[in-house]
């Protein structure tokens, strides 16, 4: 269940998410300034490092060596002169527009959460992931998205689990040790678990549907038969799988009210072309099964 729930994670947030290169196109040779980067350190046999990082123009970079002959630093900060030093550095893609967008929101939200670090293996070296904030004076900060190899840590921020994800699929090679001994990352949930509606009876809610004009406000909609049991069904079933970004949107949205057979009003759901809508960004939702749903 797990392996398929990562797999459709990934089919959701990545499918098409690189940008085609236009022939003659000007393509930067050095990184630009670095908002998301990862990489691997291997010490204690094998003497290697991989490096992969994100700028903030989607620019996706690539590095790999011995350590003895790149000699890469231990401090973030340098960390990040380094890289943007360009040294070696290859550009092996681009990140389209939307994705980009998405994935800046994600950068700007994190947040330092999670545990203490413990220590799961020896000799697997040290994979580790950070989103790079910067200051009104472009003064860089960077937060620790997750750490794996010897040592493991998850930042259980949901921002943070997302960007981590995102690296995972754009490095696969720089961050392969992360599999068991990573973080595990955002553990999908029901629906009714994570808004709050498992006190609700699916089979006897009122529902009235709107969709939400940025200039024109609440337009109803008509539910047809077919809709209602739609959402009901998501209302049983439903799994929210990951965060996708995190953004608010002021318009485009569908949102349902649900109310009691007496009319009382009990809480609201908000869909933005297929994502759920939160006070904190949006999160991607899959039909599930009875038995999450029950959980």
């Avoid at 003659?24 to 010490?43: C, D, N």
Wanted: hydrophobic share 35%; proline share 4%; aromatic share 8%.
């Amino acid at each position: 269940m797990k392996k398929i729930v990562f797999c459709m994670i990934l089919m959701l947030l990545f499918t098409g998410i690189l940008a085609p290169v236009q022939a003659g196109a000007e393509v930067a040779s050095v990184p630009g300034q670095v908002i998301l980067y990862t990489y691997y350190r291997q010490l204690g046999w094998g003497d290697q490092v991989q490096i992969g990082c994100v700028d903030a123009k989607g620019g996706l970079w690539l590095l790999t060596g011995h350590d003895g002959t790149l000699k890469w630093p231990y401090e973030t900060a340098e960390q990040l002169e380094y890289i943007q030093s360009g040294t070696d550095m290859e550009r092996i893609g681009t990140l389209d527009s939307d994705a980009l967008f998405d994935l800046k929101s994600l950068v700007l939200s994190t947040d330092d959460q999670g545990h203490d670090s413990v220590s799961v293996a020896m000799d697997a070296g040290t994979e580790r992931s950070y989103a790079v904030q910067y200051d009104n004076e472009e003064q860089a900060h960077c937060i620790l998205l997750g750490m794996s190899g010897d040592d493991c840590f998850e930042n259980t921020d949901p921002d943070a689990q997302a960007l981590y994800l995102y690296l995972r699929t754009m490095f696969p090679q720089v961050t392969c040790y992360g599999g068991d001994m990573g973080p595990r990352g955002f553990e999908p949930v029901s629906i009714r678990t994570f808004c709050n509606l498992e006190g609700l009876d699916p089979d006897h809610l009122e529902i009235t549907a709107c969709y939400v004009d940025c200039e024109t406000g609440p337009l109803p909609i008509t539910l047809t038969e077919e809709d209602r049991l739609a959402l009901l069904d998501l209302i049983r079933n439903g799994v929210v799988i990951g965060k996708s970004n995190a953004t608010m949107v002021t318009g485009g949205t569908t949102s349902y009210d649900l109310s009691d057979p007496d009319g009382n009003y009990l809480t609201s759901l908000e869909f933005y072309d297929g994502l759920l809508v939160r006070s904190d960004g949006m999160y991607a939702i899959s039909s599930g099964d009875s038995g999450m749903a029950d959980n």
